[in-house]
């Protein structure tokens, strides 16, 4: 569904969430942190948005890592970084999230985006997760929420539910992926619920950050 849908994906994300995908995206990469050289592991990279976010807003970035399962979302993700980035070292390379195949304690920082519901077994791709990072390190996951304002959250289901597809399927031509994406969102845990999937995955000082009331958050968890 992703290979289908690529050539009009990052349009699509800018116009569908009136650029907000921009902004929230900047606060994850500011959630990083500033006082080491970082390796920097993004799951579910798409078209490398998060990795060039993070070079822009973050300098202390060495090496990154995106993996992803859609080789077409991967050929652009590699078309935008030799355009936009000279260094860091950057690598887009096809694998799963629930077997990333690097070693125990590899990486300083590990992101998803919008990527995270998308995973057949959460607890497993959240352990993953643990066993990659090193002592120390940072887990950064960025994923649609519902918003705790009735008004705003029946207005947010409206726009999600009949507009967003129709939109969508116009431009990419495939509506059954954008109806995907609502049915998605209104199921999968947020808030409370996802962060005591990363206290069980075993991180600590797990915490949310709440984006554009509600409509986004970014989870976050270090590993002791």
Known sequence: MFDRIAPRYDLLNRLLSFRQDVSWRKKLARQL???R???VLDLATGTADVILTINQENHGL????GLDMAQEMLKLGREKISREITRPSIYLIPADAMTIPFRSESFEVI????????VLNVPRALQEMYRLLKPGG??????FSLPGNHLWR???LFYFRHILPIIGGLISGDGRAYSYLNQTVETFPYGEQFCQLLSQAGFCDVRQIVLSAGI????QGDKA
């Not at 060495?62 to 890592?65: L, M, Q, T, W």
């Not at 992101?111 to 998308?118: E, V």
């Open 154 to 156: 029946y207005l947010y």
């Open 138 to 143: 940072r887990v950064l996951i960025l994923e």
């Open 111 to 118: 992101t998803i985006a919008f990527g995270i519901r998308n």
């Open 33 to 35: 942190p500033t006082d």
């Open 216 to 219: 986004a958050t970014i989870y």
């Open 37 to 39: 050289p970082l390796t």
């Open 62 to 65: 060495e090496v990154a890592v």
